[in-house]
């Protein structure tokens, strides 16, 4: 069941990403389905996970990698909310930057690339953005 839910959720969030890249300039629609829709469902699930799994894992933490990882080991429900958190928050962050960057009058194409990061590779997607834009405000 736990991999039902990591597939659906990964696929869940794709139409949120494909409106950042096909459909730029509909905000309103990416703000109901990606600021609204899709994370509030994803966190709903995480909601559901989180709490029973922590539950299931007290040796664990936040406090060291270790910690962590014992965390991550003790249950996959807690991996699999992992999950849910990045796939939730990646998607919001490169909204944020995809309406950021836009508002600066940076061109659809370059824009890409930091919302094509932050989809790999979340904060680094933020970084390139935050370089891009400083460079806009430069010109």
């Known amino acids: 069941m736990l991999e039902a839910l990591f597939l659906l959720a990964s696929l869940a969030v794709l139409p949120g990403w494909a409106l950042l890249v096909l459909l730029p300039p509909r905000r309103r629609l990416q703000r109901r389905i990606n600021l609204g829709v899709i994370p509030l469902?994803?966190?709903?699930?995480?909601a559901a996970l989180f709490p029973l799994a922590w539950l299931a894992a007290p040796e664990g933490g936040f406090g060291s990698l270790a910690a962590l990882r014992a965390l991550v080991d003790a249950d996959p429900r807690i991996l699999l909310a992992g999950w849910l958190?990045?796939?939730?928050?990646d998607l919001v962050i490169g909204t944020?930057?995809?309406?950021?960057?836009?508002?600066?009058?940076?061109?659809?194409?370059?824009?890409?690339?930091?919302?094509?990061?932050?989809?790999?590779?979340?904060?680094?997607?933020?970084?390139?953005?935050?370089?891009?834009?400083?460079?806009?405000?430069?010109?």
Request: charged letters at 15%; glycine letters at 10%; a positive charge.
């Open 41 to 46: 469902l994803l966190g709903m699930l995480y």
């Open 85 to 89: 958190h990045w796939l939730a928050f």
């Open 96 to 139: 944020l930057v995809l309406w950021r960057l836009r508002a600066q009058g940076v061109p659809h194409a370059l824009i890409l690339v930091p919302v094509s990061l932050v989809f790999l590779a979340g904060p680094l997607g933020w970084v390139a953005a935050e370089l891009i834009g400083a460079w806009r405000r430069r010109r």
